[in-house]
């Protein structure tokens, strides 16, 4: 074990058994990590599509879709979190212990092409923030990702605090940008408030823009990593310890989710105080959005939207890329090396700039795809942990059990319309 993991670890131990001397954040510090890694699936290249085009076409009247939304990830990412810590097992190992063979095998599919159509989303919005930021042409933007992605991936073999701390500096870095972008474009904040408490929405458009943002939240990759990632990193052998562990854990998930919760917020109250406001409330695409800002705010506005989908693009792909060889691991108990893994899913989104497509266009269809896995990690999810058998203690309550079938259903469900609307009614 490296040296910062066995600190942490040793750290952790002593918090969980009562002999800690920490008090305060000291003793929460040794526990955070997992669901930030986690988190950064929600910031991803694909956030700031659908929320740029909310706060543009219809101002700050979708905050509370954001909102909502994320109280829902907070949910499914506790639910997930839990499975780990309570049955020592990640929600793919689960499946194939539980689930008959050509089910496992399905799911393995529909998962492994989920991974890539995340992986493209967010291998090309980090490829279009090096273009943004320093006019690479995409083809050679898109090369100089995959080396970034390869160089932050290497820090797994220096153990888990390594990665953990990178990815959650990333997460930090488009945090600041946003508050930033905050503090440039002044929003109304009555205006903020009322909306992000009051659900209002101004005909089918905000009904479907709604659906996208509210439809999206939940990635079926990252709830497979989450239950991986607090899987092993603390061991615990006694109940007692078991539901202590669970609540750090559940204090990590609240503070992720509500920092990606509020840079999702600061995206929408961007574009609706900067675009909505101004007249441009065309702008729907991630390099609109960037050409229209530095005139309206300035170069520093443009350069600092730019730093924050670099950092969601590399952050998220490489996410993306560890959750990718927790589903193959987990469904098939085969293990493939780190680069082999980030060179097949990474082989799409090369083919995409190198044939010129459009990358928002392509961003959009790749959300669609994400559709067809949900239903595939959210159900067996909560099967799972609504069972005393495998859960023990840490069974999901009925009320829990009932609000995550609502969340489920609901998500499902506006999933299947997004995916209705942009098959067939273009």
């Not at 904040?189 to 659900?199: E, I, K, N, R, T």
């Amino acid at each position: 074990m490296k040296n910062n993991d066995a600190t942490t670890v040793a750290t952790a131990s002593q918090v969980l058994s009562g002999t800690s001397s920490k008090r305060g954040l000291a003793r929460l510090l040794p526990f955070l990590g997992p669901a930030f890694i986690a988190s950064i699936a929600y910031v991803d290249p694909g956030n700031f599509a659908t929320n740029i085009e909310g706060g543009a076409k219809f101002g700050y009247m979708l905050l509370w879709v954001v909102v909502a939304s994320n109280l829902m990830a907070m949910l499914i990412q506790m639910l997930s979190a839990k499975v780990g810590i309570a049955t020592g097992y990640n929600l793919a190992e689960l499946c194939r212990l539980h689930f008959s063979r050509p089910l496992v095998w399905m799911m393995w599919g529909t998962m492994e092409l989920v991974a890539i159509a995340t992986d493209l989303a967010e291998f090309l919005g980090a490829a279009l923030g090096l273009n943004l930021l320093f006019g690479m042409p995409l083809w050679i933007a898109g090369l100089v990702t995959t080396l970034v992605t390869f160089l932050i991936l290497g820090l797994q073999s220096r153990g888990f605090r390594s990665l953990e701390m990178v990815i959650t500096a990333m997460l930090g870095v488009i945090a600041v940008c946003y508050l930033v972008e905050t503090l440039l474009d002044r929003p109304d904040w009555g205006q903020v408030l009322y909306h992000a408490a009051v659900p209002r929405f101004a005909g089918s458009e905000s009904i479907l823009l709604a659906a996208g943002i509210l439809g999206a939240t939940v990635m079926p990759h990252v709830i497979f990593l989450h239950s991986s990632l607090t899987q092993g990193r603390i061991i615990v052998n006694t109940p007692a310890h078991r539901r202590q562990l669970f609540r750090f854990e559940l204090a990590d998930v609240i503070i992720a989710m509500l920092v990606a919760g509020m840079v999702n917020a600061a995206m929408l109250m961007m574009a609706a105080a900067t675009f909505h406001q101004s007249g441009y409330s065309h702008v729907a695409s991630i390099e609109e959005a960037h050409l229209t800002l530095q005139p309206l705010l300035g170069a520093a506005a443009g350069w600092f939207f730019a730093i924050s989908l670099l950092a969601a693009g590399l952050s998220s792909t490489t996410v993306g890329t560890m959750a990718g060889q927790i589903i193959m691991q987990g469904f098939l108990k085969h293990h493939i090396p780190v680069w082999l893994r980030r060179l097949v899913t990474i082989l799409p989104s090369l083919v995409v700039i190198f044939i010129g497509l459009d990358p928002t266009r392509t961003l959009v269809i790749s959300q669609v795809v994400l559709s067809f896995g949900l239903p595939f990690a959210v159900i067996p999810l909560i099967l799972f942990t609504s069972r005393r058998d495998l859960m023990g203690d840490l069974v999901n309550s009925r009320l829990t059990t009932a609000a995550a079938w609502g969340v489920a259903a609901l998500i499902i469900l506006l999933n299947g319309y997004l995916l209705y609307q942009t098959l067939f009614q273009g």
